[in-house]
């Protein structure tokens, strides 16, 4: 008997071996969190050819803020390429350049 697929998730990236590397120090709950931001906004976020881009995030905690630095071309899979914790006002200045999770959750 065969089985049909019920659910397809279209919400697939790749990861590079820095950004495993770092996301793995995080604790379990930083990284579920990480991730749903990603899955989040995966379709949102620009394309550019060649060249990485970031965006920023803040864990629940509202302690921890974070960048992204990412590889998203046309008609390919993204890819994270790095993660970084970053400062406070390195967060405000990403909400000012619309360059925020949450600006592209809103869309």
Same mark, same amino acid.
């Given at each position: 008997? #065969?089985?049909?697929?019920? %659910?397809?998730?279209d919400n697939e990236f790749d990861i #590079?071996?820095? %950004?495993?590397?770092k996301i793995s120090k995080f604790q379990e709950n930083v990284v579920e969190h990480i991730c749903a931001d990603i899955t989040s906004i995966i379709d949102k976020l620009p394309t550019k050819v060649y060249f990485s881009q970031d965006v920023c995030g803040v864990v629940k905690?509202? !302690? =921890? %803020?974070y960048t992204l630095e990412y590889l998203n071309e046309d008609d390919s899979v993204l890819i994270m *390429?790095?993660?970084?914790? *970053?400062?406070? #006002? !390195?967060?405000? #200045?990403?909400i000012i350049a619309k360059k =925020?999770?949450?600006?592209?959750q809103d869309l």
């Open positions: 008997m #065969d089985l049909r697929q019920r %659910f397809i998730e #590079d071996i820095n %950004f495993a590397s905690d509202g !302690e =921890t %803020f *390429i790095d993660l970084n914790v *970053i400062s406070l #006002d !390195e967060y405000l #200045d990403a =925020t999770i949450k600006y592209y």
